[in-house]
Structures are given as structure tokens and as C-alpha cells.
């Protein structure tokens, strides 16, 4: 039987996302992962996030959907407090079991 994951170790990013992407988008990454975790969702150990700008009310509003293959998922939230909303990006979040890493896809 295949481990489950977890997300319960160190968290890290790159260099890449620290550079490029803003720290309320970071956290609302992990603070997501832990959601998914505090209402007792299976993971698969690849959390995949596309980062995309809608337009509400005349305001660009940081939008996210994350997404898994093993078992299926795919929801979408907003991120509020974002300075520069973002499109267009996709940020990986991989549980390697003993810890966990924010990347962009090419930094794999």
C-alpha cells in the first residue's frame, strides 16, 4: 500500500518562488494544504496550484485553483490582501515525506 501524504514536515520554497511570487500568496498556498489536512482529505504528494486574475467588481482579485490526480480534487479560492495579483502561473507543492517544497514546475 502506497504511503498517503502528509505535509507534516519542514516547509521550504525555492529561490524561484521567493523571488517571484508574494508572501500572501505563499501562505495562502500552505494555509490551504493545511485545510485540506485539518478536514481530513486524501493528498496525493504533488499539489498542483494555477494562479489566475479575475476581474470582481472592477478589482483584480488573486484567484487559485489546486488541483491533484490521486484521488481527483480540483477547488478554487480567492486570496485577499494581494498587492499585485499574478496569472498565468503554476506553483507545485511536493511532500517528499520528510519535508515539504514550493516550486515552479521547470525548478523540478
Not at 4 to 9: D, E, L, R
Not at 77 to 90: A, D, L, Q
Request: net charge negative; aromatic share 10%; proline share 5%.
Amino acid at each position: 500500500m502506497e504511503d498517503k501524504a502528509t505535509f507534516s514536515g519542514n516547509k521550504y520554497t525555492t529561490r524561484g518562488i521567493a523571488d517571484r511570487i508574494e508572501p500572501a500568496i505563499q501562505m495562502a498556498l500552505w494555509r490551504a494544504i493545511e485545510a485540506r489536512k485539518a478536514r481530513g482529505d486524501e493528498m496525493d504528494h504533488l499539489q498542483v496550484f494555477v494562479l489566475s486574475v479575475e476581474m470582481v467588481d472592477g478589482e483584480p482579485l488573486q484567484k487559485v485553483i489546486n488541483r491533484q490526480e490521486q484521488p481527483e480534487h480540483r477547488e478554487s479560492f480567492y486570496v485577499e490582501g494581494v498587492k499585485e495579483p499574478i496569472s498565468g502561473v503554476t506553483i507545485w507543492v511536493l511532500d517528499s515525506g520528510s519535508y515539504c517544497t514550493m516550486l515552479f514546475p521547470d525548478e523540478y
